[in-house]
């Protein structure tokens, strides 16, 4: 394993020097090398019982690597460290693999290798990055590390007031803004020039209600865009189920077994309608210019989803023990019109442990909701698109609220 560890990462820095990406001390022998050097340090102060010789050997490595480091320097000036500290690490895990610790060997292994790859992403995204992307970046930082561990974890007052704590409503907050973050950073990477099924994809991961406004607002350049337009249309309302899914995964596993079917079916309609649209357009993708989405970690953003879930919690609470299913579904309904994130959390939080609803109306409940915000959206496309795009995208916006609406009831 420390042999393997060296030799993946050594033959990427080969093939970073081969391309001129990089000016290089070491290539795939010599990184081969130095795992085994860590796993052999580590093996013999084990036999010999003092750890004084692994630190002897480390030194000796890291002054041979620092040699080779300032004969770069002096040979072709400011080369950089990262193939030194890459060094290092294959040294350390190659130690790390001789205690027995594989698999995280060999993560780290994988992980060292595609950092040192990404290279050329890594600056694309680096010089895309904004002063006010910083500034949001921190903004949530200090949300997440200083004001989420403070939060008072105790609910506040009689039921239905009772269903929403200070640090769970923080915490949910944390959650979407870092999965809505994911999606932003990879159309980041991507670039402004992208291909309708990136924008539908990724825009479905920061967005879905964002990247439908943007599309519907591009197809009005041209007709020939419209399959183009409404397969990306699909594929970011897709996402958004899928997302779904992932949500109640995270904040409630024990509901997924029965919200999974709906959504999924709404999902595969959605996915099964882009796959379609994409072979009718001769698997030509088309551009879009200019697309726009905000950072998701924006402060004031966060704290209107956060107030939004707090909200949807108490209500949801309040329906369920006043009116029953009926008045679940009701909330769903209405909540769905706004933002599916919000009801879907809810939901599963309040299905969690002595349950406030049962998990059969909270599956049910969240695939309204999920129906009712691809309804409409899909007004969206036919209030604002052009005339081609809105006869192409019904039949795929009818197709998607009823799979999820029949399997619903049918599961």
Known sequence: MAIGIGLLVG???????????????????????IGLA????????????????????????????????????????????????????????????????????????????????????????????????????????????????ILPTETFGPSPFDAASPFRVGLMVVFISGLSFVGYALMQIVGRRRGFVLTGALGGMVSSTAATLTLSEQSKESDDLANHVALGLLLAWSIMFIRVLVEVAVVNADLLPDVWPAIAAGALAGLGGSAYLYIRSGHHDGEVDDTEFKNPFLLRPALQFGLLYGVILIVSKAASEYFGDTGVYASAVMSGIADVDAITLSLSELSIGERAISNSTASNAIALAAATNTLVKGVLVLMIAQGKVRRIIVPGVLAMVAATLLVSVLA
């Open 38 to 149: 860590g796993g052999l340090a580590v093996h013999v102060s084990d036999v010999m019982g003092t750890a004084a010789i692994f630190v002897a050997i480390l030194v000796a490595v890291g002054g041979l690597i620092f040699l080779g480091y300032r004969t770069s320097t002096e040979r072709d000036g400011d080369v950089g460290q990262t193939t030194e500290v890459a060094a290092i690490v294959v040294f350390m895990t190659g130690g790390l693999a001789v205690t027995g610790e594989l698999a995280l060997a060999a993560a780290i292994g994988v992980a060292t290798t595609t950092l040192l790859a990404i290279k050329p992403q890594t600056r694309e995204l680096a010089a895309r990055i904004s002063r006010d992307d910083v500034y949001a970046t921190l903004k949530f930082a200090v949300l997440a590390v200083l004001v989420l561990p």
């Open 11 to 33: 033959l990427q820095r080969e093939y970073a020097g081969q391309n001129k990406e990089e000016k290089l001390f070491a290539g795939a022998r010599t990184f081969a090398l």
